[in-house]
């Protein structure tokens, strides 16, 4: 009886094995995550693997509530232990759910751990697990995944202090501007004192993006983030733009819309000219469940799948920016229910390439269906690979899932006589590692 969890995991074959064998070991370029900076350049330690693994996990605090565990033990002020007692209970009922999968490769691959977790096995691996955290801080994760980059997730306004080297692992930001566009005032306030600039008109406001995007390529940044639900609508020109800022207390949704058009297309020349990375995620809508997010916050487990993107709208934002002005952007939609229609527009604009499986689709089939829908309407060969896209530390196991599912990819095609051995460990070598190594000047 094979292993559980063993090396043949999720690898279907001879060839899936043999590609495999030449990424496991490849270094980790996360291009996209929600790591905090500070405990890295701390080198902070964990007190128990119920805070290692709860404390900010809203993939597991979903998970439980799915399961009917009472918030008491998610987010309430239950114990660590009794935390990790209540999720290793449920663990078994999420089988084909990612967590299943990451939870078993981060006690086998972490702590050594070669045993399901359930009830029964719950306090014996808690103890374990413990013992193991005593000798292992954050820089140890870091260096074990032999990480090699990381790049947070960051507000414009930040200080960006923590951001650097770190043995082996490079800590830079990523440019975040999702704020810039509901107009508050008190944001806009923020953003200009960090900037140094009084901001009372478009221009001002402009000049105070200009300078935290400056200050942010100082301090290493290559990447921008955008989040949202669907595109804009329309695309105010500078003139109307400048006349919606001075309104923007009494700007209706119509106005907002095209103001965020405006900003948006002019952020992307602004990324083009700086030679940054442009990352777009969309269809995604937040904070459903009012009272848990009146109770818990942001990031608690509630957002959910938006409706598909308008592909007219993803072809009106392209036709804002020309090919020549264009930085290389990355797609991820969150409903990848029309994935082979926005896959194909990559096709019609240069620079442009979809994003790994995101979130809710980061799942065994899930993966799968994005790898199949960019080989067969985009270009596999050029796609930058997995991210955490993660708050927490051990997450590095889901390059492991995913190199494992990306093998087997590849290796049915080996496996049907379709595609050269040789060129498929290429082809999984760039998409692991060297592909968004060289996108990024690393």
Request: hydrophobic content about 40%; some cysteine.
């Amino acid at each position: 009886m094979e292993e559980f969890f063993g090396n043949k995991l999720l690898l279907g074959g001879a060839s899936a094995e043999k590609i495999y064998a030449e990424v496991k070991d490849l270094p980790i370029i996360d291009y996209h995550c929600h790591l905090d900076e500070d405990k890295i350049a701390s080198n902070a330690e964990f007190e128990n693997i119920g805070e290692l693994w709860l404390a900010g996990d809203h993939y597991k605090w979903r998970a439980m509530r799915l399961c009917g565990v009472d918030e008491e033990y998610i987010t309430g002020s239950a114990s660590f232990h009794d935390k990790f007692i209540k999720y290793a209970e449920i663990l078994p009922q999420l089988v084909g759910n990612p967590l299943y999968y990451w939870t078993h490769l981060e006690l086998k691959q972490i702590f050594g751990i070669g045993e399901p977790l359930n009830a029964a096995s719950a306090e014996r691996i808690w103890e374990q697990a413990n013992d193991k955290l005593q000798t292992l801080r954050v820089q140890d994760l870091l260096k074990q995944f032999r990480v090699e980059y990381v790049a947070t997730t960051d507000d414009p306004t930040s200080e960006l202090k923590e951001h650097g080297q770190y043995g082996n692992t490079r800590v830079a930001p990523t440019f975040r501007p999702d704020k810039l566009y509901s107009l508050d005032r008190e944001y806009l306030r923020q953003l200009g004192k960090s900037a140094g600039v009084e901001i009372k008109t478009l221009d001002g406001l402009l000049l105070a993006i200009t300078k935290r995007l400056d200050y942010f390529v100082s301090r290493g940044c290559k990447i921008s983030d955008h989040g949202f639900e669907k595109f804009p609508k329309r695309y105010a020109s500078k003139a109307e733009a400048e006349k919606i800022f001075v309104d923007r207390d009494g700007a209706d949704e119509k106005g907002k819309d095209a103001f965020f058009g405006f900003l948006l297309a002019w952020l992307a020349k602004e990324y083009a000219k700086r030679g940054m990375l442009m990352q777009i995620h969309f269809s995604v809508v937040r904070n459903n469940n009012a009272a848990m997010y009146e109770k818990c916050g942001v990031d608690s487990g509630f957002d959910l799948i938006s409706e598909e993107q308008s592909v007219k709208d993803l072809i009106a934002f392209f036709n804002q920016v020309k090919d020549e002005a264009r930085p290389q952007t990355v797609l991820y939609t969150l409903n990848d229910n029309n994935l082979s229609t926005i896959a194909a527009v990559t096709g019609a604009f240069r620079n442009v390439r979809m994003g790994a499986a995101w979130w809710f689709n980061d799942t065994v089939e899930g993966i799968k269906k994005n790898l199949s829908v960019i080989s067969e309407y985009s270009a596999l060969g050029t796609n930058f690979g997995m991210l955490t896209d993660s708050r927490s530390f051990p997450s590095y196991v889901r390059f492991d899932f995913f190199r494992r599912i990306l093998s087997d990819y590849l290796g049915n095609f080996v496996e049907k006589v379709e595609y050269p051995l040789g060129a498929a460990i290429q082809t999984a070598k760039n998409i692991c590692y060297y592909n968004v190594k060289g996108a990024l000047g690393l």
